[in-house]
Each structure stands twice: as structure tokens, then as C-alpha cells.
């Protein structure tokens, strides 16, 4: 009874400590959803040192900073766990797109590309400091392209060997896990068992696998196999990357589900991400034959010129097109032609005719493989359904991830999802749609992704933890950014909180660029490598 009496008293006293403190940053009258998936409360948030101090209604506490988040929302910095944003940390470091959408952490060296030396690539990080957080995969298809190059073939011995030590050192210098994409060159020439060879040294850091898989369309069910497989075998924690389905298959969503929910009752932690629009985005290699593209863009001009390679090459594409059910070309955007800018925004279809071809297949082909010649583009590929997004998105264990690299203003016609992709989920599928509750959306967009990612003091409102913080208004928070005209901020963020700095305030980016590097669990500092 007296030892009951003291802890409760002794409760009260830090409580009260906490109550009065004076901290950096107070966060005045919100509703706080703290990422855990319980329901809102209103409450304060006592910020001090980079760190969240006190959660509650803390009276008598003050600050040399009160934000008043009266009718607000205030929630963890959102974690996105599946971007691109290589190459784009010095042009843009500010990273405005994630920063207008609530966003405060991103992991990168998704489907299989990622830098090659991430010790390298973490120091330079540390040196430029960006305004978010920055996680990294290892990738698969750096790994082998720098064992291998473009070789379409199984890997020797001592090639093996040399991936498994690249992806060991990846590991001691904090990548999060492994990452392939095998739709693209060469990770498209791997066979299951070198991914899983691979796989095992990242799980022996405590590293997770995560895929762009082989198919999305019309081999989705054995794609998600294999990933599951792979995983099963190197004993590791799977991330099923963009979870998502093309035609023949739309409307076989809950079949995919279960699939994983099959694997997770087997054992093995099976989660997915996806992005909140019915079109995808990457290159136009993607359309071409894996084969055609082995060894290189010499070797793919080659082929080209070659009459009867050529006629396989159209042959092969032109069966593809009707796999996908389409008639044509006109679902491919190009969301940026270097070769040619004026193409940005145009699809293959129009371009067909602009370059004086008549509307057929064949022509279509040629149009493809002619920008192939001249380094290919990024496109913009509008092939999913709307009631698939949404059964995805309901299911327990999706995060929401955009997919998106740092984005440049007013640079090419990129997909929206680089801009408002949680903005999109709060105010399009929460507000409008009711398809998730709030509470719920915050869940997927914080404490799982922490949770997979191993980012212990990420994701959550609660005392010790990072002070990634944003403040956004439920009824307002949109996504402007939209296909025809991409390159527009979310609205609807009043505030963002990076590592207890305000980097978003009233709207407006305040220069701040407090984001850190976020090592995985294999991590060794430089004194004990």
C-alpha cells in the first residue's frame, strides 16, 4: 500500500516537472493523434532539445516558441518509405515537395537503385543537411551491375562472393536492408537464389527486403510468391514495394491480400506500401523486353538496326499491349524527354502522330524504340483501377509511400504522387471518401513505417522521441498537384517540425534544413569498422 502510494506520488511530481517546464517549443490545443492508431485527444506537445518533452494538457507550461494549433491536428512527422531521391539532395536539399506534404523522414535506394558507396553517400548527406530525414536501401541492381555489369546471366562464384561482401559493407554503413527491382536491367536477369544469398547477409544485420517486383499485372500472384519466398528463405522481413495490380488482374485485390496474409500467419512479417493514384511512373525501358536492353545502350542500338532481332522486338511488345488489354499506346505519358521537352506531358500515342506516323501498334513501337535510341524518358503510365487503390489502402498493414525523387520546380511533367501523396490520403480517401478513418491514415503514414524500418524514436507522439512534427488542418489539407499540371504544393500543413526545428510554418518553407542521417540496425560507427 505505501509502496503504491509513493509511485503515485512520485508520478504526480514529474508530471507536474513537466507541467511547468520551460520547454523550446510548445504546441498549444491540438488534437493530437500520436501515430499509434488510438483515437485523437486534445492536448499539448512540449518540445525541447530536438526531443518531445511532455504529451498531455500540461498546464502552467510555456516556451520561448507557442505555436497555437487550435482546430488542428498535430501528429508525427510522416515517414516515406519508398522514394527516389538520388541525385536530386544538392539541386533541391530544401526538399520542398515532402516538406509541403507533412513529410519529415524518407528512405531511399528503392527498386534495386541506390547509391553504391553508402558510406560515402551518408557522409556527403551529413555535409549538405537536408531539410528531412534520410534513410537508405542497398540495391540490388547497383550491386550487380558493379560485380557484373550488364551481363545477362547467372553470376560466377566469385562474383557472388563480391555481391554478398558489397552488401555486408552496405550494411555496417546503415543501410536499412535490400532492395531490388526486377523489372529493370540487371536485377531483371537474377534468379531467385542469388537474390536469396544476398538476402541472408542483410538479415544477418537485422535488415529487411523489399521489392519492386517482377510483375504487376498479369504475373502479380507469382511475383508476390517469389518475394514472400525470398524472405521465407533468407529469414528476413519482407516490404512489398507499391503494392498494386494492372489489367488482366483488376479487381483481384483481395486475392493478393491474402496472399500476404497467408504468409503472415505462416510467420513470416509480410507489410506493403503504395501510392494513392491509378497511374505508375518510371522509365520507358520498362515496355521493353528485358533482353533487348542486356549490356548496355550500345549493345541495345545494335539490335535495333538488326532487321530480324528487330521483328522479334516488335512481335514481343505488340503481344504485351494485348496482355495489358490495350489497343494502343495512349496510357504512356512521358513525364520528361531530354532529347526533346516539348514532349513532356504528351503520350506515346501523340507523339506517334507528331513525328507524321499513322495510329497503329507498329508505329507506336517504332516511336518507343527511337526515343529508346536517344536514352529513353521517364514516363507516366495510367493503368490501375480506382476500387483496387482503395481495397489496398484499407488493408491493416499499408503504408503510404509516394515513389517520388526530390522534385525540381517546374522541372518536366512528373506524377503527382512526388508532390500530394498524403495530402491526397487525408483529404481525398479520409475527409471525402471516408474510406479510412484519420486516425488510421496517420498510422499508416508514421508509427508502421517506424515500426518496419526499425526507426525507434520515430513515428510516435510520446515523450523521448524526435520532435518530427506536423500540424495540419482536416478539413483543408488537398493535394493540388495534379497530371496535367504537377507542380503545385499540398495545402492544408501549417506547421512541420524537423528534429524540433519549425521547417514549414503558415505555408511557408522556412529555409531550416535539420534532417539527419537514420542508420539501419547493422550500423557501425567509422572507430568500430
Known sequence: MRKTALTILFAACTWCTYAQQQFDILIKNGRIIDGSGNPWFYGNLGITGGKIMAVGKLPGASAKNILDASGLVVAPGFIDVHTHIEDDERRQPTADNFIFDGVTTVITGNCGSSENDLGSYFRFIDSLRLSVNVASFIGHNNIRQAAMGMAMREPTAEELDRMRNHVARAM???????????????????????????????????????????????????????????????????????FKVGKPNWGRTAEMIKKVEDARLEGIEVTVDQYPYTASSTGLSSIVPSWALAD????????????????????????????????????????????????????????????????????????????????????????????DVEKIMQYPYTMIASDASIRVWNQGVPHPRGYG?????????????????????????????????????????????????????????????????????????????VNGEVTLAGEHHTGKRAGIVLHGPGYLKQDQK
Open 172 to 242: 555496417k554503413d546503415g543501410a536499412v536492408g535490400l532492395s531490388t527491382g526486377l523489372i529493370y536491367t540487371p536485377g531483371t536477369y537474377s534468379k531467385p537464389q542469388e537474390i536469396i544469398e544476398l538476402a541472408k547477409v542483410a538479415a544477418g544485420f537485422g535488415g529487411i527486403y523489399t521489392s519492386h517486383m517482377r510483375s504487376e499485372a498479369d504475373k502479380v500472384f507469382e511475383a508476390i510468391d517469389e518475394t514472400i519466398n525470398i524472405g521465407r528463405q533468407a529469414r528476413m522481413p519482407v516490404e512489398i514495394s507499391h
Open 421 to 497: 501523396s498524403n495530402a491526397r490520403v487525408l483529404g481525398r480517401y479520409v475527409r471525402e471518401k471516408k474510406v479510412i478513418r484519420l486516425e488510421d491514415a496517420i498510422r499508416k503514414m508514421t508509427s508502421l513505417p517506424a515500426q518496419k524500418m526499425e526507426l525507434g524514436d520515430r513515428g510516435l507522439l510520446k515523450p523521448g522521441m524526435a520532435a518530427d512534427v506536423v500540424v495540419f488542418d482536416p478539413a483543408t489539407v488537398t493535394d493540388r498537384s495534379v497530371y496535367e499540371k504537377p507542380h503545385q504544393y499540398s495545402t492544408g500543413f501549417r506547421y512541420v517540425l
Open 296 to 387: 548496355g545502350a550500345d549493345s541495345l542500338r545494335a539490335r535495333l538496326r538488326n532487321p530480324a532481332i528487330y521483328k522479334k522486338l516488335e512481335a514481343e511488345m505488340t503481344a504485351d499491349l494485348k496482355r495489358r488489354q490495350r489497343k494502343n499506346f495512349d496510357y504512356a505519358m512521358v513525364a520528361n524527354y531530354g532529347p526533346d521537352t516539348t514532349l513532356n506531358g504528351k503520350s506515346i500515342m501523340e507523339i506517334n502522330k507528331r513525328w507524321g506516323r499513322k495510329s497503329k501498334p507498329a508505329n507506336e513501337i517504332r516511336t518507343i524504340l527511337d526515343m529508346m535510341e536517344k536514352g529513353g524518358a521517364q514516363m507516366v503510365f495510367h493503368g490501375m483501377d480506382e476500387q
